[in-house]
């Protein structure tokens, strides 16, 4: 059952992240690769998930998510290719004209302005219950 706990908090957090990085609430898991558990996590532990922008598509962004364990920064598990697809309004696939460049070289400007940048180099943490 813990293993299902976690797919759902990577699968929440990466759409979160896509959100954010694309700027568009509308968009869809449209493919996930194998995960691999390396290792277990166990009661008490506190866990981290860092999330990487992989890829830019032209109506998608591809994301890799790693699970770690705070304390030891074991690896617990990685997911090593998470798709999104951008939708319009109307639900099919649309251009979000981002790329990996335009978002660090808008963060560098400000801060401020791109959220999902500034969440790129940091983990959220859980402890697992």
Do not use: C
Request: glycine share 8%.
């Amino acid at each position: 059952m813990f293993g299902r706990s976690l797919l759902r908090w990577i699968d929440e957090e990466a759409a979160i992240y896509a959100i954010s990085q694309l700027g568009n609430q509308r968009g869809v898991t449209k493919f996930m690769s194998e995960i691999n558990f390396v290792s277990s996590a166990r009661q008490g532990d506190i866990i981290e998930l860092g999330i990487t922008a992989t890829h830019f598509g032209r109506t998608s962004i591809t994301l890799r998510a790693e699970m770690r364990n705070k304390i030891t920064r074991k690896s617990i598990l990685t997911v090593e290719k998470m798709v999104f697809v951008n939708l319009s309004e109307q639900g099919g696939p649309a251009s979000h004209g981002r790329t990996k460049d335009k978002l660090f070289e808008a963060y560098r400007r400000d801060p401020g302005t791109v959220e999902a940048s500034a969440m790129s180099g940091k983990d959220v943490a859980a402890e697992v219950h």
